[in-house]
């Protein structure tokens, strides 16, 4: 059975392998700031910036069968040069503009036979790691929500939450711009290599559909090992 899929931010990285994953077996709507990148992929745009706009609910279908949110930030930097307008631009994009977005698509959700809902966290709520206070505290936000979400809602909805490590998209260029950057960063992981969009559109493409029935209120690690193994 083809499922209505929303996207919020499907373009680039993630989203759009996300995308491209399902769109040939599934109507996938798209909702991000531009349509680079989408050319003639079968998927319905909507243009939207999380930060300010509201959703224009007349060009979603009645039903939404799944939905993703793809919006999110890396500041990494030592907790003395974050200043708390920094946390609340985090929390900001990462949490509070998920919630906005959760909460006027209610309405649609509730009309699917079992809505799947899935969300991004990072490895760093996890694994305690220098430099992340920012984001591990806004993704920390979403992974609580998501439990509590699952709760109120089962089964009517199933909520799950994806916590990758640092993956190659445009959000992490500055972490992998050259070799050796990319070297050292390959070198943390017990696979030895960071991962790709590829790698969490295949989890995010399950959780979507129907072969993961029986998964709600969970949180996925796919991070190469990071978050479990230490292999010294």
Same mark, same amino acid.
């Given at each position: 059975?083809?499922?209505?899929? +929303?996207?919020?931010?499907? #373009? ?5 392998? @996300?995308?491209?994953?399902?769109? #040939?077996?599934? *109507? ?6 531009? /349509?680079? *990148?989408?050319? *003639? ?12 706009? /509201? @959703? ?14 793809? $919006?999110? #930030? @890396? ?7 974050? =200043? $708390? ?10 949490? +509070? ?9 209610? $309405?649609?959700?509730?009309?699917? $036979?079992?809505?799947? +809902? ?30 509590? +979400? ?9 909520? *799950? ?7 190659? =998209? ?25 991962? /790709? ?12 559909? %129907?072969?993961? /029935? ?8 796919? %991070? ?9």
């Amino acid at each position: 059975m083809r499922k209505n899929i +929303l996207l919020i931010g499907g #373009s680039h990285g993630i989203g759009f392998e @996300i995308a491209l994953k399902l769109y #040939s077996e599934h *109507n996938i709507y798209i909702a991000s700031r531009t /349509s680079e *990148n989408l050319g *003639n992929l079968e998927v319905t745009h909507i243009p939207y910036d999380v930060s300010k706009d /509201s @959703i224009d609910m007349t060009l979603l279908p009645e039903t939404i069968d799944g939905f993703v949110y793809c $919006p999110g #930030s @890396i500041n990494l930097k030592p907790f003395h040069m974050l =200043t $708390p307008e920094v946390f609340e631009q985090d929390m900001q994009i990462n949490f +509070l503009s998920l919630v906005k977005t959760v909460h006027c698509l209610l $309405p649609k959700l509730k009309k699917a $036979p079992q809505a799947s +809902l899935v969300f991004f966290s990072t490895v760093a709520v996890k694994v305690g790691m220098p430099y992340h206070t920012s984001i591990a505290a806004a993704k920390g936000a979403i992974e609580g929500f998501a439990k509590a +979400l699952a709760a109120e809602y089962a089964p009517q909805f199933r909520v *799950n939450v994806i916590a990758p490590s640092l993956t190659d =998209t445009s959000l992490a260029k500055r972490l992998l711009a050259n070799d050796k950057k990319k070297e050292l960063m390959d070198a943390r992981h017990p696979l030895k290599r960071v991962g /790709s969009p590829e790698d969490v559109a295949h989890i995010a493409g399950f959780l979507l559909t %129907d072969q993961s /029935s029986w998964i709600t209120g969970q949180v996925i690690g796919v %991070d190469g090992g990071m978050s479990t193994l230490n292999i010294g």
